[in-house]
């Protein structure tokens, strides 16, 4: 039988206790390392399925970390486990390569229940098709990869997730509540500017230097994808 497994980078040695022994108790493998350095040399000697990740670690921080495990790895999915819970810290951890953020004190049962949504992704059945694409730019999503008019874009984790939302539903006009639920699994904050943000580094990546413009906003309504304005 297939053992998933887990690994835990945080430095309160009592709390990594505590949800290593929940997680093995609801049936994962866990392992544990308590700094940034002994978690990256994990990640090289180990293959896991999901990674929880503090900030604030010793010798290599949780951005770092996360940053380097997103080098050599595009899929495995990274929760991080915090205390800094601003809107500033939760962009700096999406804009390294984190999937997901829970912030401490927290509910075992909500970070089981958020683990268990990234596992069922990574072990739902694959579509024959898995490109998406509009005019010439296209997004392969077993590579991770995507290109328009030919040329390579380079786009973070949570810049992919958007842009792929965006193509699932082209000529769709999304509200930002839809896409926040989607893309951050988080509860809308009227005054969060996240999806603003993310969706100025696609524009300047992916419509800056071409046409036709394909990221469009609809002013008090959301944005769309879309060969031409709505």
């Not at 790895?73 to 990274?78: E, R, T, W």
Request: proline letters at 2%.
């Amino acid at each position: 039988m297939f053992e998933t497994h887990i690994l835990i980078v945080e430095d309160e040695l009592r709390l990594a206790e505590i949800i290593q022994k929940q997680l093995q108790e609801s049936g994962f493998k866990a392992d544990v390392a308590n700094d940034g350095y002994v978690g990256k040399r994990m990640m090289e000697n180990s293959e896991y399925d999901l990674v929880i990740l503090d900030i604030n670690l010793p010798l290599m921080n949780g951005y770092e970390l996360c940053k380097e495990i997103r080098k050599n790895n595009s899929k495995v999915p990274i929760i991080m486990l915090t205390a800094l819970g601003t809107s500033e810290n939760k962009l700096i951890g999406f804009e390294a390569g984190a999937d997901d953020y829970v912030l401490k004190p927290f509910d075992f049962r909500e970070l089981l229940a958020r683990i268990n949504v990234f596992l069922k992704r990574k072990n739902v059945i694959v579509p024959e098709s898995r490109k998406l694409s509009i005019a010439d730019f296209e997004m392969d999503l077993d590579r991770k990869t995507a290109t328009r008019a030919g040329q390579k874009i380079d786009l973070t984790s949570k810049e992919f997730a958007l842009m792929e939302t965006f193509l699932l539903n082209k000529n769709k006009l999304l509200s930002r509540e839809f896409i926040i639920e989607k893309v951050w699994d988080l509860d809308f904050e009227t005054g969060t500017n996240i999806i603003d943000v993310y969706v100025n580094y696609l524009r300047k990546k992916i419509d800056k230097n071409f046409e036709p413009k394909i990221i469009h906003t609809k002013f008090g309504f959301g944005f769309y994808c879309s060969e031409k304005e709505l």
